[in-house]
């Protein structure tokens, strides 16, 4: 099956300090890329929708200015943390969508912890 | 706004036996609908999926779905499950014709040996 990667897996990061997450569709080209948060014994929510060439769509309540998305390529999105604060320590998951079979496949997802 | 609900927040099962987990979503128009698995600090893995046709969807590891439009319902079973299938299990709706997942909850299924 379609193969998507996330680097780092997991990440320590001091407060006020930065932090870049790639996510990489290894074998097909992704025009479309999502970007998760999964809080622990919880459910997956949508942050945003990364379209390659645009801005990213931000779900309600998401800073955009603080989860800086940038979908560089068709292969490649970025997701930046910036300013972060423990409260932003969690697990995040991307995901790319293929075009045929109709299906989102997700990486393996970076634990962030910010201390 | 849409969303999806899954009725149990932990399951506890012993190997043999059967497994359902219920999932409804509140969205009436078209929809696709999704089962996927989490293993423990495994990404998400996709169980199958339900477009059009048959309601009955069959997936991997033996698992199947049945999609009852009148009750908005989207059930997963296993007729028995084994120990491996420890894990997190989400229902997942994309509604209209957009890629937009609605996630559920999840379902922790525990099967003890």
């Known amino acids: 099956g379609a193969v998507v990667s996330q680097h780092p897996s997991w990440v320590i990061c001091k407060s006020g300090t930065s932090v870049k997450i790639e996510c990489r569709s290894l074998d097909f080209q992704a025009t479309t890329m999502f970007w998760y948060r999964q809080f622990p014994k919880q459910s997956l929510m949508l942050m945003a929708t990364s379209n390659e060439g645009s801005k990213a769509t931000y779900e309600q309540g998401v800073e955009k200015d603080k989860f800086l998305i940038n979908h560089a390529s068709l292969t490649l999105s970025t997701l930046t943390v910036t300013s972060a604060h423990p409260e932003d320590s969690s697990f995040y998951i991307c995901?790319?969508?293929?075009?045929?079979?109709?299906?989102?496949?997700f990486g393996p997802g970076t634990r962030l912890t910010v201390t | 706004a849409q969303s999806v609900s899954q009725h149990n927040h932990h399951v506890i099962l012993s190997e043999a036996a059967s497994l359902e987990l219920g999932c409804n979503y509140s969205?009436?128009?078209?929809?696709?609908l999704f089962w996927y698995v989490q293993y423990p600090g495994q990404h998400l893995q996709l169980l199958l999926k339900y477009f059009s046709g048959d309601p009955l969807v069959k997936g991997i590891k033996g698992f199947e779905a049945e999609f009852i439009k009148s009750k908005f319902s989207f059930n997963l079973r296993k007729p028995s499950v084994q120990w491996s299938d420890t894990a997190e299990y989400f229902c997942?709706?994309?509604?209209?014709?957009?890629?937009?997942?609605?996630f559920g909850p999840g379902t922790r299924l525990s099967v003890l040996p």
């Open positions: 997942a709706v994309i509604p209209g014709y957009g890629q937009n997942f609605v």
């Open positions: 995901s790319a969508y293929r075009l045929e079979p109709y299906e989102q496949y």
């Open positions: 969205y009436g128009g078209t929809v696709n």
